[in-house]
């Protein structure tokens, strides 16, 4: 595809998201309704159930001011907020809030194509910890849930750990979460395709940011008991300088055989590839060195290794969480969540081939069955 | 109306917006250009510009960052973020973020239907000048405009100037000058049926907050020469005490010829009562003593005095004000640009009278009479 086809079409639509109407504004009685002095009505019903949750409450504790009553009247109950902070935009980096607002819309999009989740972009001008996360609880009143979007890490951790001990609602980083989830499904297919068990699968990964970290963390919590992190420095290990907390910690949980050295250390014998970081990392003589019927995903973005049908199929399935979050009322959506989603996922290939580990974004079921696992 | 009926609605709609899609996400084709790896595209193009002004900058000196690739390629063209704080809404009070969001809802639809402008509700959790001014720029980026709704006087003044003075997009308090602006409109035609002159008229005004010193403003600046305000304590004179600084400004640029005492008092002899606090303020009495044929504008909001179909004209003309701010990327609403809305609004109405000075909400051509005004 020529590169200014997809800006020539977005210059033609001028975006990609609009606002529509739930309720009818065709005459003065409509707007005495939804307008005034109708809705304040159901702004008086939300203000007395706030207020009756805080007197309730007692002094200094916590109040979850997320009440029935918001969910019942708003478009809280079917609203998602799409947030990023412009720092780690698909394969481009830190090309900031506005730069970012493209793939947002787009995210956006999705949502509403595979899920009818209405989801807004939030793109915010800074990437401060502080400030991101005080931004997303000052605006949070009128969302269902949080997907964060694109956020670098380190950042991304403590952003998505402190909004979710914070708010009441769910919150989610779709390039850790994601990501993480669409591997395990297309795992959970790849095993059957060569026979393997995941309990005594020696994974190999590049990439030890966002995706990676995530991928690791929900491959061990489905059973995966040897995965080798390789950030641009090499393996990650524990005697290895130039690590940040978070990798000190990865450092201690994976990497069980205590391997030492580069990319090409980590393929030797390994019976998976995971490429979360860019392409041109491994090559052919890597592959060779790994075991008999090995898995490669290779999923840098959006360079040439790109797998676009993958990624699809992974922003529809995000789509699929949110769904049922909301459906749910969750307000926290859990790693055993996750690897649910994940086997629902996997279940809609009826008989997984090598070519064919991930349902299509566009087959029937992919969202349904997905908002399933979530509850 | 039963009060019950709104909230049932409300329910049965579950919120009053939705979002949409403004371009194809049929095919996987579509999907590669709308999301990965075409949207990469766009991005790029906007960061590319945005580098650009960064470099071409003094150093320290301030970036428009709003690019011409932004508003070409985003949904930024024409969205609005219809943001409140939750303090002062309708004339519930201060009921806070999330009991606001029903109104917000309500003004983002107004948007929608009268003038094709795509708004999203912004309810900040947060009463702190400061941190809404912080919220409200960090998440500028996504937006073409700002419309404040709902903020409390004295906030309301610190928190427009503010972001008028460090956005690059316009900023306009609806409450202030959407209020002041359909004031002026219904005025200039109720001048043609009293047969009076706006530079020669007395006006007693019932309320100096945000909605009172923005008329104020907007009257003298149109050339009415003799205002007086009253708040709860009485008349706004120089030497009267309990005043915060806008009232001490107001009261040396108000009152000329020095008045002072109550409501009664103020009354006594005015040509014109505007009245923007409560209902119940003045009395037949008092309407007895104001000059023959006195104009009388009581809109105090959503109480029985209610006047709802020129709160709706006023919702009408708020958006075409944004629609016309948008189609000619104006940076500022000038008072000039809502003394020429409000005249066009007036012409729209072809014989004014006593009971028809203002345009109706679903008359053609109010949004876009307004919009013309905006240049």
Do not use: W
Request: hydrophobic content about 45%.
């Amino acid at each position: 595809m020529d590169s200014t086809y997809a800006i020539e079409q977005h210059k033609k639509f001028k975006g990609k998201l609009s606002t529509g109407l739930k309720v009818p504004l065709d005459s003065i009685d409509d707007l005495k309704v939804y307008y005034t002095p109708g809705v304040a009505d159901p702004c008086k019903l939300i203000a007395e159930e706030e207020d009756a949750r805080v007197a309730r409450a007692e002094p200094g504790s916590h109040v979850n001011r997320e009440t029935d009553a918001l969910y019942a009247t708003t478009i809280k109950n079917n609203t998602v907020a799409v947030v990023t902070d412009g720092s780690a935009v698909l394969g481009l980096g830190n090309i900031g809030a506005r730069a970012g607002l493209p793939v947002m819309e787009g995210k956006c999009a999705l949502f509403k194509k595979f899920a009818d989740v209405d989801a807004f972009p939030i793109c915010i001008d800074s990437q401060d910890v502080d400030e991101i996360v005080r931004t997303v609880k000052l605006i949070a009143p009128v969302f269902g849930g949080i997907n964060l979007e694109d956020i670098a890490a380190p950042r991304c951790f403590e952003v998505e750990r402190r909004l979710q001990q914070e708010l009441d609602i769910p919150v989610f980083h779709d390039d850790q979460h994601g990501t993480a989830t669409i591997v395990l499904a297309g795992l959970y297919n790849a095993l059957k395709v060569v026979g393997k068990e995941l309990s005594t699968l020696k994974i190999a990964m590049s990439g030890a940011g966002a995706a990676g970290i995530a991928i690791a963390d929900l491959l061990m919590a489905a059973g995966a008991k040897d995965i080798i992190l390789v950030d641009s420095k090499g393996i990650i290990a524990e005697d290895r300088a130039d690590m940040n907390d978070e990798k000190i910690l990865y450092a201690r949980k994976t990497n069980p055989r205590g391997i030492r050295g580069d990319m090409s250390d980590a393929m030797q014998g390994a019976d998976m590839f995971i490429g979360v970081s860019k392409a041109g990392v491994i090559n052919g003589d890597m592959v060779k060195t790994m075991a008999p019927n090995a898995i490669v995903f290779a999923m840098a973005n959006p360079i040439p290794e790109i797998m676009p049908d993958e990624a699809h199929a992974a922003g529809a399935m995000v789509c699929g969480i949110f769904r049922g979050a909301l459906d749910n009322r969750v307000k926290l959506i859990t790693i055993d969540m996750q690897i649910q989603a994940a086997k629902n996922l996997a279940a809609l290939v009826k008989d997984p081939t090598a070519e064919k580990i991930i349902p299509g974004v566009f087959e029937p079921g992919v969202s349904a069955e997905v908002a399933k696992a979530v509850k």
